[in-house]
């Protein structure tokens, strides 16, 4: 059974430090990995989707790296800012559809 | 345009009383999810359909859930004689075609209390 682990559970960092989230999984048999953003009491939104035979995907001030072969993606942040305060959500799928979602990692930027 | 609803927003309810909570995906997406949030359990998936093929029910917990998508549009998930391990967040999601290349979009979610 895939099991995705994300460290830290939790991280505070002041206003404008760059930052990386982490994300490992143990079957690397996966169609792609995603990274999703989950506000307090709201849905989740996606931020980047890197298919299995990429190597890494960048919008804006995120970047995203996946290793498949030992089972790891980082979530780079650059230049963080209060609004980045979110859970953030890695998940992988082995099915092409069904996601597996690690348990998050919890960001506090403060000013 | 408009993007994943989902009703209701919240729902208490007592144990062993049935509840039907409600999906509606972005028009034109053909593959509909159903993931459920728990406290310290995370985002397990539950369900997924695509057009008019056979729904993956492998992630249901019980034969207490069940889940039906008419006209491959709306979709509501029942859980009968509800327990209050089944109190958590119900999360739907559609993507375009259910290609693993597709992007899901996520719903607010639906908010479950059994007392």
């Known amino acids: 059974k895939q099991e995705v682990t994300q460290i830290p559970a939790a991280l505070s960092v002041p206003e404008g430090e760059n930052l990386v989230l982490n994300c490992s999984f143990t079957?690397?048999?996966?169609?792609?990995l995603q990274w999703f953003r989950q506000d307090p009491g709201k849905g989740l939104t996606s931020l980047l989707l890197?298919?299995?035979?990429?190597r890494e995907q960048t919008s804006g001030r995120l970047n995203a790296s996946l290793d498949k072969s030992s089972g790891r993606s980082t979530l780079y942040i650059a230049a963080s800012q209060p609004g980045d305060s979110a859970t953030y959500l890695c998940a992988v799928t082995n099915s092409g559809y069904a996601l597996n979602f690690g348990k998050g990692t919890s960001l506090l930027v403060t000013p | 345009g408009a993007g994943v609803s989902q009703s209701p927003s919240n729902k208490v309810t007592e144990k062993g009383k049935d509840v039907e909570l409600r999906c509606d995906p972005i028009s034109g997406h053909t593959a509909l999810y159903w993931y459920r949030q728990s406290l310290g359990q995370g985002l397990e998936f539950l369900i997924y359909f695509q057009g008019n093929s056979a729904p993956d029910k492998s992630g249901l917990p019980s034969d207490r859930f069940s889940a039906e998508r008419t006209g491959g549009s709306v979709s509501t998930l029942t859980i009968q004689r509800t327990q209050q391990e089944d109190s958590a967040v119900y999360l739907c999601a559609s993507s375009f075609e259910g290609l693993s290349t597709d992007t899901q979009y996520f719903g607010p979610g639906t908010r479950l209390t059994v007392l």
């Open positions: 079957d690397s048999a996966i169609y792609n």
């Open positions: 890197i298919q299995s035979s990429q």
